[in-house]
Antibody, heavy 124, light 108 residues
Framework: EVQLVESGGGLVKPGGSLRLSCAAS????????MNWVRQAPGKGLEWVSSISSSSSYIYYADSVKGRFTISRDNAKNSLYLQMNSLRAEDTAVYYC?????????????????WGQGTLVTVSS | SYELTQPPSVSVSPGQTARITCSGD??????AYWYQQKPGQAPVLVIYKDSERPSGIPERFSGSSSGTTVTLTISGVQAEDEADYYCQSADSSGTYKVFGTGTKVTVL
């Protein structure tokens, strides 16, 4: 069974930093692109960042570019999101999501499995 | 930045058909995907590649595409279908993913 479990959320002051983690199990983690998607309270979904299976391709939404860094450790089946210079508008539930793809690691552009999310609150 | 536009809300009686549209300039070039999200839960994929249905998703969910608009249709709506629905696609380069604005489906 595919499982994605996020951790690392919490309350942080504006300008502060936080590192989110996502522990993956039940599939060959190193064969899939992974993503972070967030949802502000009462708002819609927003794609944040993606990383290819071998970390060769990394992309960010304009809203977080230059402040957030996505990374992965395939030996530990883990995905990370380092968030710096946090702002009130970064307050959201952050989901880890697997990108559907084939066995060669080619991503198909959509999310077939999601974690339950971790809440990040940026407030003084 | 690229945007996908959905109606904020759709209301439907049980057993009737709900149609949710999603409009975007790159949709003729990029596939669309649909997710269902119930309160306090993570999204669930209900349609991929415009019209394909994942295993375990009821047949009453279907998708279609025409030009710059894609549509999610729920036939014979049931009370359990009350949820928020989001389309998702990518910009014309296929690099940056984007979600629609979301539609709340209310079953009367």
């Amino acid at each position: 069974e595919v499982q994605l479990v996020e951790s690392g959320g919490g309350l942080v002051k504006p300008g502060g930093s936080l590192r989110l983690s996502c522990a993956a199990s039940g599939f060959t983690f190193s064969s899939y692109s992974m993503n972070w998607v967030r949802q502000a309270p009462g708002k819609g979904l927003e794609w944040v960042s993606s990383i290819s299976s071998s970390s060769s391709y990394i992309y960010y939404a304009d809203s977080v570019k230059g402040r957030f860094t996505i990374s992965r450790d395939n030996a530990k089946n883990s995905l990370y999101l380092q968030m710096n210079s946090l702002r009130a508008e970064d307050t959201a539930v952050y989901y880890c999501a697997r990108e559907a793809g084939d066995s060669s690691g080619s991503p198909w552009g959509y999310f077939d499995y999601w974690g339950q999310g971790t809440l990040v609150t940026v407030s003084s | 930045s690229y945007e996908l536009t959905q109606p904020p809300s759709v209301s439907v009686s049980p057993g009737q058909t709900a149609r949710i549209t999603c409009s975007g300039d790159a949709l003729p070039k990029q596939y669309a995907y649909w997710y269902q999200q119930k309160p306090g839960q993570a999204p669930v994929l209900v349609i991929y590649k415009d019209s394909e249905r994942p295993s375990g998703i009821p047949e009453r969910f279907s998708g279609s595409s025409s030009g710059t608009t894609v549509t999610l249709t729920i036939s014979g709506v049931q009370a359990e279908d009350e949820a928020d629905y989001y389309c998702q696609s990518a910009d014309s380069s296929g690099t940056y993913k984007v979600f629609g604005t979301g539609t709340k489906v209310t079953v009367l």
